[in-house]
């Protein structure tokens, strides 16, 4: 049972593009909501997270669009780089326990 | 360095064999986990431990193990290891309802033949 869904499983854009990474959840208890990257061969990193009180959170050249009411986040890479070139994962827990990961998205920008 | 560090960093062994992974972090979090990733790289928890007491127990073979001497180390001991085992084994730690989220070691590539 996926309790979060990611898509797509892969995205290919130009160098200066916004990939968009989208997720949905069902469980309602969830009241946190992190993205995460990983290199190959890397751990994930924490990239931005988001709580259900806010629509929006930006940082940097990443931000988190949320809709609590159709249970969905997405990520938006501003003017992306080949160092943005990476796995993306969502998450989401309940209480910043027992984190649930997406299936993960492979970016790939093209320079 | 201020991290979650595992080792050791590749493992390959034997079907049938006994072996244990090790983790430590020096970032004074009082929680930490095991999560898989699979060949599809998805990421699934299997347990943590929360000032050294087992806190999450998934699903998972009870030939997996973990153990935790102090807040700051969490192992993994896996018997009679077997194929479907094969996959890269991640530490990471946090501290209970910090919203700094999970900080991961570098995994441990773990191949049974």
């Known amino acids: 049972q996926q309790q979060v869904k990611q898509s797509p499983q892969s995205l290919i854009v130009q160098k200066g593009g916004i990939p968009i990474i989208n997720c949905a959840y069902e469980n309602t208890a969830f009241d946190y909501f992190p993205w995460y990257q990983q290199f190959p061969g890397k751990g994930p990193a924490l990239l931005i997270a988001?709580?259900?009180?806010?629509s929006e959170k930006k940082e940097g050249r990443f931000t988190i669009s949320f809709n609590k009411s159709a249970k969905q986040f997405s990520l938006h890479i501003m003017d992306s780089q080949p160092g943005d070139s990476a796995t993306y994962f969502c998450?989401?827990?309940?209480?910043?326990?027992?984190?649930?990961f997406g299936t993960g998205t492979r970016l790939l920008v093209s320079p | 360095d201020t991290a979650v560090s595992q080792t050791p960093k590749y493992l390959v062994t034997q079907m049938g064999n006994d072996k244990s992974i090790k983790c430590e972090q020096n970032l004074g979090h009082d929680t930490m986990y095991w999560y898989k990733q699979d060949s599809k790289k998805f990421l699934k928890i299997m347990f943590s431990y929360n000032n050294k007491e087992l806190i999450i127990n998934e699903t998972v073979p009870n030939r997996f193990s973990p153990k935790s001497p102090d807040k700051a180390h969490l192992n993994l001991h896996i018997n009679s290891l077997e194929l479907g085992d094969s996959a890269v084994y991640f530490c990471a730690s946090s501290q209970m309802g910090g919203e700094n989220g999970y900080t991961f070691g570098s995994g441990t590539r773990l191949t049974v033949v």
């Open positions: 998450a989401a827990s309940s209480g910043f326990q027992k984190l649930v």
């Open positions: 988001i709580r259900p009180d806010v």
